[in-house]
């Protein structure tokens, strides 16, 4: 008996731990299994959600298209060449959408005050506008009609009074004369009668002693020829594209608001751009 | 039949039992992995179509602006990210192009403040000029623009006016 309880000791205890092997397995493969399910059905939400954030992205992407494609459609059908002038820079562009026609160095606005008459702490402010503005006329031989802030900083800078002429208004002057206007005219009126009309250009303004003579629009002393250059692209409320007689203040900041280009440049700008053109500035 | 037979045969038996189980362990343990895969890989996927979508979304808003009518629209700022382009533009019309240094997220921002150093953003974002001192990347939501464009790109900027960021 105990021989054959020796031999059965063997096969007994390794089915014992196989038993133990085999149910430790069981429930290993299990819990295997249930976290198969679960990966199962967190793949199944993944590629919901992913299915569902594709679907979102191709809409917005066949909005997009959608939408460069009617601007493609819209621009090949208005490629309207334009200007673009940058401030900072100085410098002047006739695009048309990326294409560069013609490119050259401009003078801009100072971007100084200076003080209006009458006090009340008004000021000009001398700065090109920022914005869109568009060519409104094309001007040949432009006239430059001073406006007032002109005679107010020449009488400024020499240290004279200024005195606004009206008409009936007569200025005493040297010899008996008087300043006065005559029809279209600012003239010296001589005591004989004979009238004398003056003859005025930029810097050489009518002085009578240590009065500076600001005459009213209309009049031919309030035009000065011959200092924008042989064009102007007119942009509006005083503001224009022009030529100078100071070509060396080509690429600074120092005008009093408009846009200088040499002589050369605007008689081209004269040539390539239409009225109606619009002209950035930034 | 004698028991050490009957013991051999569950022995036997249990091998077998064993030997299927270890299989399916295996076969399970292998399903898991490329079940995980497939997953991150699902979820990786759904985050690049959300942040195309989220791209294209900001793209479409800055079509929209750039197809304005160039009369009316007022002047905006876009910075692509991945470039560091900064451009100015109106309507479809690009005025200005710099090459900047950002840190800022991808979005729509509105302007809220200009100051002489400083154009502030919408969730404390900041463009700023570059100086020389500049060292390393900026920090986080700064843009650093050069200099001299930022001083053209300022004086046409507003409040309530938009950058597009993607």
Known sequence: MPSELTRLLLPG??????????????????????????????LAADSATLRSARQVAQGVTDSLAALLDGRAARDSASDRPFIVISIADNRLWYRRGEEVLFETRVATGSGKFL???????????????????????????????????????????????LLRLQKGMEVPAAAGAVVTISGSNVVTRYPDGREVPFEVKDGQEIRVGNKLIMPPFGT???????????????????????????????????????????????????????????VYVY | MSPRLILLGAVGALA?????????????????????????SAVEAAADARLAAEVDRIRLALEAARGEDAQRAPAHLALVLGEGLLTLERGDIVFRSATVQ????????????IEPRLIALAGGLRLTPATPSDTGAPAAGTIRVPRADFDAIRPNLQPGQMAYFF
């Open chain 1, 220 to 278: 031919n002393q309030r035009r000065y020829t011959g200092v924008l250059g042989a064009n102007r692209l007119y942009l509006g409320d005083g503001y224009g594209i022009h030529g100078t007689d100071a070509p060396w203040t080509i690429g600074q900041s120092v005008s009093h608001g408009c846009i200088r280009v040499r002589n050369e440049d605007i008689e081209t700008l004269f040539r390539i751009v239409d009225l109606g053109t619009p």
């Open chain 2, 16 to 40: 077998v039992v064993s030997a299927g189980l270890l299989a399916r362990r295996r076969a399970l343990q292998e399903e898991l992995v490329a079940l995980r895969a497939a997953s991150d």
């Open chain 1, 13 to 42: 205890g390794i089915a014992i731990a196989l038993a133990a092997t085999v149910g430790w397995q069981w429930s290993d493969a299990s819990g295997l299994a249930g976290e198969r399910a679960a990966w199962r059905e967190r």
């Open chain 2, 102 to 113: 950002a840190d800022v997220p991808r979005g729509i921002h509105a302007i809220e403040r």
């Open chain 1, 115 to 161: 003080e209006k008459t009458g006090g009340g702490g008004e000021q000009w402010k001398f700065e090109t506008p920022r914005g869109r503005l568009v060519v409104q006329r094309k001007d040949i031989e432009p006239a430059w009609v001073p406006p007032d802030w002109h005679y107010v900083e020449a009488a400024q800078k020499r240290k004279l009074e």
